[in-house]
């Protein structure tokens, strides 16, 4: 029965992968050729088989008849540089191999991710021939920091307090750089179509300060688009809610079960205002933000060793001055980055150095000081029109945030000693 069900199997894909090719007019391989290609696998991995040898003698024939179909496409004089549908040939084989050894799930998604691929060649040949060399540096710094850096760290501890793990520090700034780099292929895929709400979402995902400054400063010179700035802004410092919750998320999920109630009730507060202040600018239209590239290696880098430090330093405050120091490190830290000082708690809860309802305060206070922080970039770049609505905005954003500390069960941890 498995066997009939792999054959099964196989012709279905082999059609899928088949219906693509046919539709784009192959002349090497369509809708019949495919689904037998990928059914020849299978068969030569059915038991009582030689799977080896079957198998590579099978992929050898293939091979040789695609180059005679080639060979007779040359001397007809129509022959196609391209290799696409040769090499999918050859896959579908290994998709049917699979199928017929057991591998089940790797070769329906291998199967369909190729029919995808083929189907999108155009939209991929767009993609490429519409990116800048900023978007090319970006990829290839990606690649870098996240599949050549990453694997050659050491995974152990070093210094006091066994806290810094090249491996776990590079680790949290592949995820911050592969979460800022997600926002940006967002942005540069739509393009124009990004409007005041979307520019905040993914400004907030890509870098809230940087869009608070990118925007305050378009106000100087067009003070008219004042509100519609004020909306943006408060957007991206809205969204900076979900992606601290995500990072909690990723490296600390049981951290997530205390802190998502709080932290999703400010993240609504601020919605709300949100929601209250796009019904009068609904219809307007923002300029579109020049967004830097978010996988650069020197601000990784740099990333890197303030995490590192901010790891450090929560360690060596508690022990030496007790847990009552992290607020304040989390309102210093705060200022600048939110990421740090979460990804460290968060680690740090792991670690049970950091009790639950003490972590997410924590967090709390770093996001409401880096409310504190672009509130001042927009009282100095931003005009006076701007200044007052992110005021008014974010002033109620920090007092709900200063209710939810005060009056959320479990405030009695919190007891902030005299400075």
């Not at 991710?113 to 990829?139: C, E, I, N, Q």
């Not at 303030?306 to 210093?332: C, E, N, P, S, T």
Request: charged letters at 10%; proline letters at 4%.
């Amino acid at each position: 029965m498995e066997t009939y069900q792999a054959l099964a199997i196989s012709l279905g894909l082999g059609l899928l992968v088949g219906l693509q090719r046919q539709w784009n007019d192959s002349d090497i391989a369509g809708i019949r050729t495919f689904p037998l290609i990928a059914m020849l696998g299978t068969l030569s991995t059915l038991p009582g088989n030689q799977v080896g040898w079957m198998s590579a003698a099978g992929i050898l024939a293939i091979a040789v008849l695609l180059a005679i179909a080639n060979l007779a496409k040359i001397r007809s004089g129509a022959f196609d540089s391209g290799m696409t549908t040769e090499v999918a040939a050859l896959l579908m084989f290994a998709v049917g191999c699979a199928l017929g050894v057991g591998v089940t799930g790797p070769a329906i998604v291998t199967a369909g991710v190729a029919a995808v691929l083929l189907h999108w060649k155009k939209r991929l040949h767009g993609v490429v021939s519409s990116m800048t060399d900023k978007d090319f540096r970006a990829v290839m710094n990606l690649a870098l920091i996240g599949l050549i850096v990453l694997p050659i760290l050491p995974d152990k501890t070093y210094g006091p307090y066994d806290v810094l793990n090249p491996y776990g520090i590079w680790r949290m700034v592949v995820l911050i750089v592969g979460i800022s780099m997600a926002a940006y292929v967002a942005y540069k895929f739509l393009g124009a179509k990004v409007g005041a709400i979307l520019g905040g979402v993914l400004g907030g995902l890509i870098s809230s300060t940087a869009t608070t400054v990118s925007y305050a400063r378009q106000t100087k010179d067009s003070p008219n688009i004042s509100v519609v700035a004020a909306l943006v802004i408060l957007i991206a410092s809205t969204i900076v809610n979900v992606r601290v919750l995500v990072e909690i998320g990723v490296v600390a999920p049981s951290l997530l079960k205390v802190a998502f109630l709080p932290m999703t009730a400010m993240l609504l507060l601020m919605v709300v205002e949100c929601l209250v202040l796009y019904l009068p600018v609904r219809k307007q239209e923002t300029l579109p933000q020049d967004h830097d590239n978010p996988a650069r290696l020197r601000p990784a880098i740099i990333f890197g060793f303030l995490y590192a430090l901010v790891l450090f330093i929560v360690a060596a405050a508690k022990d030496i001055f007790g847990d009552d120091a992290l607020y304040w490190i989390a309102g210093i830290s705060g200022l600048t980055d939110v990421d740090a000082i979460t990804l460290s708690t968060a680690k740090m809860f792991n670690e049970d150095r950091v009790g639950a309802e003490m972590a997410w305060r924590v967090i709390l206070i770093a996001t409401m000081s880096n409310l504190v922080f672009k509130a001042g970039a927009v009282a100095v770049l931003g005009s006076r029109r701007l200044a007052f609505y992110v005021a008014v905005a974010f002033g109620i954003a920090l007092a709900g945030g200063g209710l939810l500390l005060a009056f959320w069960p479990g405030a009695e941890v919190m007891q902030v000693p005299n400075p």
